[in-house]
């Protein structure tokens, strides 16, 4: 083996190590999710030694993510993390308030699934959705979690086209290491999509993530002229040719510029295709 390939060898083992000590560190955060528990109880629910807990435990107090009782000994959830995700929904509780009437009016226009993602991590979460009134629909659910890989969808396309390339190829590699990739993808062309969804300001899919699915997404901008949420279309096939799904990009792009005016972005600054 030569030394390139053992370096590269290094940090592959390196970076699937970093993946099993988060993904550790989420089972023992959802663990204590439900109650207070000692080491011990710790240990045998997510199935680690007491030494690996432990270890991860002290990272966790670090960061104020968890604490310990020293009466009892158990640990619990430390107020600094319910403060973070409080905060965190704070702001998309905002984002979705101001962006829900908007997504209305689309709904009321196409008579197709609307849905209001955003990114988290290497992921994009359904914060808001209001479901077709059609018998034939589909239907993702509030709380949704999709990986950003190359097979994402529209709305993850769109979240990953406003991302800089060095950010893509981490969230890809990331997604690789987990196994999450859906399969051998080629960067080089996926780039240049990337970039396709960036000039025109809109993404589409058909069939790529729900079969006989077809959604249409656009961007949605606050105030600092950063894109923060992917407003979507989302129906079946049969209803939505390309033709029929083209037909409402108007719509659908104004319905996000006015939302995204609303978050108080300067209509100047909103990036994108044109109207």
């Not at 704070?90 to 689309?106: A, D, H, I, T």
Request: a positive charge; one cysteine or more.
């Amino acid at each position: 083996m030569s030394r390139m390939e053992s370096l590269r060898k290094d940090m592959a083992e390196k970076g699937s190590g970093s993946v099993r000590s988060v993904e550790r560190a989420a089972d023992i955060l959802k663990c204590l999710g439900t109650s207070e528990k000692t080491l011990t109880e710790i240990s045998q629910e997510v199935n680690l030694s007491k030494a690996t807990v432990y270890r991860i435990l002290g990272a966790l107090q670090k960061k104020n993510f968890v604490a310990r009782d020293e009466e009892t000994g158990r640990y619990f959830l430390h107020w600094g993390l319910i403060g973070l995700l409080s905060e965190s929904l704070s702001r998309e509780q905002q984002l979705v308030q101001c962006v829900y009437p908007f997504m209305q009016k689309l709904w009321r226009h196409t008579g197709e699934t609307v849905t209001l993602y955003v990114r988290k991590g290497y992921s994009r979460v359904c914060v808001a959705e209001i479901v077709s009134p059609h018998p034939l629909k589909y239907s993702v659910g509030v709380g949704t979690v999709v990986p950003l890989n190359a097979h994402t969808g529209s709305p993850g396309k769109l979240l990953l086209a406003y991302m800089t390339e060095e950010e893509v190829a981490n969230v890809l590699t990331q997604c690789e290491q987990a196994g999450l990739n859906g399969g051998v993808i080629d960067r080089r062309l996926l780039f240049q999509e990337l970039k396709e969804i960036n000039r025109r300001g809109w993404a589409s899919s058909f069939g790529e993530r729900i079969t006989g699915g077809a959604s249409l997404s656009v961007p949605v901008w606050d105030r600092h002229g950063k894109m923060v949420a992917s407003l979507n279309i989302l129906g079946p096939v049969t209803r939505l040719s390309r033709e029929a799904l083209m037909g409402y990009l108007a719509v659908a792009k104004k319905c996000a510029r006015d939302a995204s005016i609303r978050l108080g972005a300067s209509p100047e600054a909103i990036e994108g295709g044109e109207l």
